[in-house]
């Protein structure tokens, strides 16, 4: 019963906002480099799920490295401590963030700078074949089957037995990993000197270039820091998920570069505010529409506010002045 | 002396399409020069060429004795050289601080930068009082200060202005030339000012060039050219 305000029905309903806000957070992390990249060289990154994809790879052979098994290779360690655990966590973030940043300031270097001055549609088209290859070096790596992904953190629960509510260590991972990166990122974009200068290129880089920024470092660097969020996204994903697959990268892809749009594609905080809303209308969807419901209501609710606000919820409605 | 920019047979365009001809123009240090001319003539595509921001076809371009076409233009300035552009740029998103610290992007003396943002507000004293807002809210006047101002944050020693007048109100305009007047007067800094409103432009510069159709059709000291019948025809509504 929805309408009975009893407390089996708000256990639920914090339940439900717990997961749907983790979910969402994850999401906001690839969602970022959706939107970051779009507002710089109005290009959108079809790609990007695909790295994410992969950066998920990247984390099972760090697993199977540090002897947990995975790929084809057996587990040598069982129980591993927690101090195990979080040193292959940070392993993890400290080889895929990296990796995935420089896969993506590559691919900007090798496929996009070449086409910068081209009409919009070559870039896009070109980002639609990188996610191809992406996928297909995804395929490679793991095969075509779902790949399990050794569940290293434990699904304990934090909170105490009569609350009626989970919160769990894998919750608090994704927590803990996710929200200072995006403070981090605000912070440095509000007030670095290279921030503002990735600011300064997106909203004119003819000007940006009088000033003296050297607008292709910045757009490089632009897609270095996206690429290293999504690297992050994928660590936490598949620690969190446990189960990952060649083809991941196109539904997560879809739910951030949703989640951008949703926010106001070129915008940070919308980026993260899309993120939220998309994990909180799954879980609520799910529970309280049916599991099925959910692609739909993402996709219906991204429809209504396009309709209304057609800059999404934080882009400017306000034409500025010229 | 040599002057501090020479720009000689300067060829450049967008696409297929030349915009410049044949262009050849100096200035000498501590002068004002000024480029005048109809829609289309040129005179956005020289002040680009100029900056990097449009690489030249054929021709040379030397500032300071620094050959620019080997010069990416973000480089550029780094030399002395800043634009205040057609449209006046500025960052719609930034604050009008964070504008005029872009202007100094390039520079790594935090103190100076502080002082020099200082001065920019006892010369615009407007911004001082905007300096929290989005530049994108700020009027047409007030941009254009901005746009000046974010170029005097170079520090540069030649300025190129391309159309600071542009739908202005007549008092921001005397202002706005009384200031590039009192930077060239008191600092000393070369300018290549590009106007549409040719009389007030002449009135400042001490040499002016007409441009037409990709090319420099006439050019002579300011009060000649201000004073030549076919001038005044065509550019100054006789």
């Known amino acids: ?322 | 002396m040599p002057p501090i920019l020479e720009v000689a047979g300067l060829r450049a365009g967008y696409g297929p399409i030349d915009a410049l001809h044949d262009v050849s123009l100096t200035v000498d240090e501590g002068e004002i020069v000024t480029m005048i001319g109809a829609n289309g003539a040129g005179k956005t595509t020289t002040l680009m060429s100029v900056s990097g921001v449009v690489r030249p076809r054929a021709g040379r371009v030397t500032f300071g004795g620094n050959d620019l076409r080997t010069f990416p233009a973000h480089e550029i300035v780094k030399l002395g050289l800043a634009q205040s552009p057609e449209g006046r740029k500025i960052f719609p998103r930034l604050t009008v601080l964070e504008n005029l610290q872009m202007g100094a992007f390039t520079r790594k003396d935090p103190p100076g930068i502080a002082a020099d943002i200082e001065k920019m507000f006892g010369m615009f004293p407007i911004l001082n009082e905007r300096k929290g807002q989005a530049g994108g809210l700020l009027s047409g006047g007030q941009q254009q200060m901005l746009a000046i101002a974010r170029a005097l944050m170079a520090r540069p020693k030649l300025l190129l202005l391309d159309e600071p007048s542009l739908g202005l109100a007549p008092q921001i305009v005397t202002q706005i030339f009384g200031v590039i007047r009192d930077l060239n007067q008191n600092q000393g800094m070369s300018v290549l000012l590009v106007e549409q409103n040719a009389r007030m432009a002449l009135k400042v510069a001490h040499r002016g060039y007409v441009l037409e159709t990709g090319r420099v059709t006439f050019s002579d000291k300011a009060d000649v050219v201000l004073n030549d019948p076919r001038i005044r025809a065509a550019y100054l509504g006789e």
């Open chain 1, 1 to 322: 019963m929805i309408f009975a305000a009893d407390s089996a029905f708000w256990q639920a309903f914090t339940q439900q906002t717990i997961d749907g806000l983790a979910f969402g957070a994850l999401i906001a992390l690839v969602a970022l480099g959706y939107t970051m990249v779009y507002g710089i060289v109005e290009l959108i990154n079809f790609a990007h799920g695909d790295l994410f994809m992969l950066g998920c790879f990247l984390s099972l052979t760090i697993l199977a490295a540090f002897g947990l098994g995975g790929l084809g290779f057996d587990a040598t360690v069982k129980d591993p401590s927690p101090v195990y655990v979080a040193v292959i966590l940070l392993t993890c973030l400290l080889v895929a963030m990296p990796f995935c940043g420089a896969l993506n300031f590559a691919v900007d270097w090798v496929v996009y700078k070449p086409l910068r001055t081209a009409p919009k549609l070559a870039p896009l088209v070109s980002a639609i074949g990188v996610s191809f290859i992406f996928m297909n070096v995804g395929l490679f790596w793991g095969g075509a089957q779902d790949v399990n992904f050794p569940n290293l953190i434990p699904d304990t629960n934090l909170m105490s037995e009569g609350s009626g509510i989970r919160f769990t260590y894998k919750d608090a991972m994704v927590f803990g990993v996710t929200v200072p990166l995006m403070i981090g990122l605000t912070l440095f974009v509000q007030y670095s000197r290279l921030g503002k200068a990735m600011r300064a290129t997106a909203q004119n880089p003819t000007a940006a270039k009088l000033m003296g920024i050297d607008t292709n470092k910045v757009i490089g660097l632009t897609f270095a820091i996206g690429g290293a969020l999504a690297g992050a996204g994928a660590v936490v994903y598949a620690l969190k998920v446990n189960t990952i697959s060649y083809t991941m990268g196109f539904q997560n892809g879809l739910y951030a570069f949703t989640a951008a749009v949703l926010g106001g594609i070129g915008r940070i905080p919308g980026a993260v505010l899309g993120g939220l809303i998309i994990g909180l209308v799954r879980y609520y969807g799910s529970a309280y529409v049916g599991e099925t419901w959910a692609g739909a209501l993402i996709f219906g609710i991204l429809i209504l506010i396009l309709v209304f606000r057609p800059t999404g919820l934080l882009g400017s409605t306000t034409r500025e002045k010229v």
